[in-house]
Nanobody, 126 residues
Framework: QVQLVESGGGLVQTGGSLRLSCAASGRTFSSYGMGWFRQAPGKEREFVAAISWSGGTTFYADSVKGRFTISRDNAKNTLYLQMNSLKYEDTAVYYC???????????????????WGQGTQVTVSS
C-alpha cells in the first residue's frame, strides 16, 4: 500500500511563493513517475505538472509553465512543487499522485495515476 501525504500549503499574497511537498511511503517511490493536480471550488480536477521516475523529464500545464517547478528527491521519497509568482487563479486544493505504470513518464490525465494524496489547500489572496 502506498501513502502520499502533501504539506506546505497555506495563504499567500499574489506574486508570492510556496513550496509543496509530498512524502511517499514504501520502497517503490523511485520507480514511478509522479504528478501534481489541483482542484478549485466548483471546478474539475486539473493537471499541473508531472515528472518521470528518474526526474529527468518534466512537463507542465500551460497555465503554470515558467512559474512552477516540479522536482523529486528519490533518496527522501519526496516530491516537490515550487510555486512562484502565484496568481489568484492558482487557488485550489493541490494533490500529488503516483503514476500507475512503473519506469515511465506519466501524462496529464488523472487516469494515468493510481495513488493520490489527501490534498493541501493553497489560497492566493488578490
Amino acid at each position: 500500500q502506498v501513502q502520499l501525504v502533501e504539506s506546505g500549503g497555506g495563504l499567500v499574497q499574489t506574486g508570492g511563493s510556496l513550496r509543496l511537498s509530498c512524502a511517499a511511503s514504501g520502497r517503490t517511490f523511485s520507480s514511478y513517475g509522479m504528478g501534481w493536480f489541483r482542484q478549485a471550488p466548483g471546478k474539475e480536477r486539473e493537471f499541473v505538472a508531472a515528472i518521470s521516475w528518474s526526474g529527468g523529464t518534466t512537463f507542465y500545464a500551460d497555465s503554470v509553465k515558467g512559474r512552477f517547478t516540479i522536482s523529486r528527491d528519490n533518496a527522501k521519497n519526496t516530491l516537490y512543487l515550487q510555486m512562484n509568482s502565484l496568481k489568484y487563479e492558482d487557488t485550489a486544493v493541490y494533490y500529488c499522485a503516483r503514476a500507475a505504470l512503473a519506469r515511465g513518464t506519466p501524462a496529464g490525465a488523472a487516469g494515468d495515476y493510481d495513488y493520490w494524496g489527501q490534498g493541501t489547500q493553497v489560497t492566493v489572496s488578490s
